[in-house]
């Protein structure tokens, strides 16, 4: 009985094997047949919201321009001139092309009600006032299916890892957006004075001490 279970184990893990080769197989000649995408052409917007709306937060718009056969988009990010950061590091998890004439992607700021914070993608940033963030967009066609791996060590998505199959094109130039001071906590402005308005202020000041001290003078005489 013991034998007969490890040897319908040994039978189902071989099936699987050659079906996700077989797979594998398909994907790569259908690959080599896919041309690699143009660079995809996209701006960069940071959208503040409404005046009458009680939450203090801003959106961080993407809008990529769609190109035809493009199967999914996928995005980086760098913050004041540090190292790039795949907003999406899981192939089933790069966002689509939309059916419209863009792809529009948009990331919020608020996240836990932190004015700061902005879930973008499967990355939380802080992003204060004077933070540079520079975006990219690379696109990508072919398919994303889950395929075998023989050496997984834990967990079904070790066992079934997504992988991407196919052409992904060059890095897009470069879009940047700048955050600005908070709307929540304003810096309050000093108000200038007018020299019409100093002047006598500083004769009415340096004319009270005068006073003060004939005063002070006259006491002491008698």
Do not use: C
């Not at 990355?123 to 299916?145: C, H, P, W």
């Not at 879009?175 to 200038?192: A, M, R």
Request: proline residues 7%; without cysteine.
């Amino acid at each position: 009985m013991e034998r007969t279970s490890k040897s319908s184990a040994a039978f189902i893990i071989i099936v699987m094997v050659l079906s996700s080769l077989s797979m594998l197989v398909t994907n790569l000649a259908n690959a080599q047949s896919i041309p690699k995408p143009s660079v995809p052409e996209f701006t960069a917007k940071l959208i503040s919201s409404p005046p009458e709306s009680q939450l203090v937060n801003r959106t961080i718009e993407l809008s990529i321009k769609n190109q035809p056969s493009i199967s999914f988009y996928n995005i980086r990010m760098r913050v004041n001139d540090g190292n790039w950061g795949l907003l999406y590091p899981n192939s089933n998890s790069v966002p689509s092309q939309s059916n419209g004439e863009y792809t529009i992607l948009s990331y919020s700021s608020g996240y836990l009600d932190v004015e700061y914070q902005y879930h973008l993608g499967y990355k939380v940033e802080n992003l204060t006032a004077g933070y540079r963030i520079d975006f990219q967009v690379q696109a990508m066609v072919g398919s994303i299916q889950r395929v075998l791996n023989p050496n997984f060590t834990h967990g079904q998505y070790d066992m079934y890892p997504y992988v991407f199959t196919g052409e992904t094109g060059d890095w897009s130039n470069i879009q940047t957006i700048t955050i600005p001071p908070s709307e929540l906590f304003p810096t309050p402005t000093v108000p200038e004075l007018s020299s019409w308005f100093v002047l006598p202020l500083f004769l009415s000041v340096l004319s009270a001490t005068a006073i003060l001290a004939l005063r002070k003078r006259y006491q002491i005489n008698e």
